[in-house]
């Protein structure tokens, strides 16, 4: 069985501070896929990335970076110098060879974060 | 990213009618789709696999006679709420997975209301 952990449930920030998201995971697959979705208040869920278990790259995608570490299963989301509007829901999720050919994700309870101007 | 279509966005009903709510991937076939309900400041819950061409894989504690799933073609899905009642108002939101890069992509959701 998979896990996923967000165990920051709420963040507040100041617009312009740096803010990490944390993500922890649980699986006994070798493969699998990793994935952070930002839910704004409009309620759709908005992909940001993928990264699978071969992969330990870290990435940086403007003012968004994330972190691989498969050694303390973690897979933790950054952003440079918040906006208001990243103010949103994030979840990370998680899905294995062993969801099933058909890849179920198994979602974290999600984090809050809340950039203040 | 691809894209996924949901409708409607809204639906406000009375008790005892049906609801169908349709899901559609724009830009890539979907042999798989899934449905799920959200409640306010909570996690995605997974209600069902949709499965092109065949029947619906249903989680556990979720009623199939009441939440119908049909996916008759690579692109669309349906969800339909039957005889809804006060408790079946949530968001519902649809995802379509494209096999080719091992995502799945959201649709918009669909808030229900049953009065």
């Known amino acids: 069985a998979q896990k996923v952990t967000q165990a920051q449930t709420e963040i507040s920030v100041v617009e312009k501070e740096d803010v990490t998201l944390d993500c922890v995971y649980e699986?006994?697959?070798?493969?699998?896929?990793l994935f952070w979705y930002k839910q704004p208040p409009s309620g759709e869920l908005v992909f940001l990335i993928r990264r699978n278990s071969f992969d330990e790259q870290n990435e940086i995608s403007g003012r968004y970076s994330w972190n691989f570490q498969k050694s303390t299963s973690s897979f933790n989301f950054t952003i440079t110098a918040s906006q208001v509007v990243d103010s949103a829901v994030y979840f990370c999720?998680?899905?294995?060879?062993?969801?099933?050919?058909?890849?179920?994700?198994?979602f974290g309870s999600g984090t809050q974060l809340t950039v203040l101007p | 990213g691809a894209v996924v279509s949901q409708h409607p966005s809204w639906v406000i009903c009375k008790s005892g009618t049906s609801v169908k709510i349709e899901c559609r991937s724009l830009?890539?076939?979907?042999?798989?789709m899934f449905w799920y309900r959200q409640f306010p400041k909570q996690s995605l819950m997974l209600m069902a696999t949709s499965n092109e061409g065949s029947k619906a894989t249903y989680e556990q504690g979720v009623e199939k006679d009441k939440f119908l799933i049909n996916h008759a073609s690579l692109t669309l899905s349906t969800l339909t709420v039957t005889s809804a009642h006060p408790e079946d108002s949530s968001f519902y939101i649809c995802?379509?997975?494209?096999?080719?890069?091992?995502?799945?992509?959201f649709g918009p959701g669909t808030r229900l209301l049953v009065l």
């Open positions: 999720a998680l899905s294995a060879y062993s969801s099933g050919s058909a890849r179920q994700l198994t």
């Open positions: 830009d890539f076939q979907a042999t798989t």
């Open positions: 699986t006994r697959d070798t493969t699998y896929y």
């Open positions: 995802s379509a997975r494209d096999q080719g890069r091992e995502t799945q992509y």
